[in-house]
């Protein structure tokens, strides 16, 4: 079966798998699996060198997708930085909330990530974060950042700490003194 048609990705390119992150398609490879040759992409993750192979017939289904678009990415960002003082809204307990993001941080959907890493920082603005909370946290800003530096071709660092200075808590020890 000749897949080479159904490609839509090229060496070299840029993508985002879901919670994975940034990652280049390094390569094409056809291996054979039970009895049939299937085309894989071997994406690398840029964060951590971590190497996936995704069937080329399933790498949509997946979530495999290029790159947010420059505006989409200034938008993204404009939202994330809007509006810092909203509260929020957290009537479900953790362990419902804990898993209602685990699943959106796996959507392909670099908004509903976002979302995610907004409420958590949000939620960082009133209270402790638990250690899940933290882990949830971080994962979000990762993919966030990640892909967004990457499009605006800023530092990962300085993006993340822009959106970390926007989300500081509202009193502070200092100006209280």
């Known amino acids: 079966m000749d897949t080479q048609k159904q490609n839509t990705f090229t060496p070299g390119a840029l993508v985002v798998y879901p919670a994975q992150g940034v990652g280049e398609i390094e390569r094409i490879d056809q291996q ?6 299937c085309d894989f992409y071997i994406v690398r993750i840029l964060s951590n060198n971590v190497t996936l192979m995704v069937p080329v017939y399933s790498a949509s289904r997946v979530g495999l997708r290029y790159l947010v678009s420059l505006d989409e990415a200034k938008d993204i960002l404009e939202n994330l930085k809007s509006d810092t003082s909203q509260p929020i809204f957290t009537g479900q ?3 419902r909330r804990f898993r209602e993001y685990s699943e959106k941080l796996q959507s392909p959907d670099l908004r509903t990530v976002a979302m995610v890493l907004r409420e958590l920082l949000l939620l960082s603005r009133t209270k402790e974060l638990s250690f899940g909370e933290r882990r949830l946290l971080e994962q979000s800003m ?7 530096a990457e499009v605006l071709s800023c530092p990962e660092d300085t993006l993340r700490d822009d ?4 989300f500081a808590p509202l009193h502070t020890e200092e100006e209280t003194q």
């Open 32 to 37: 054979e699996v039970g009895g049939s040759v």
């Open 93 to 95: 307990n953790w362990n």
């Open 142 to 148: 990762a993919l966030v950042v990640g892909e967004l």
């Open 163 to 166: 959106l970390q200075s926007s």
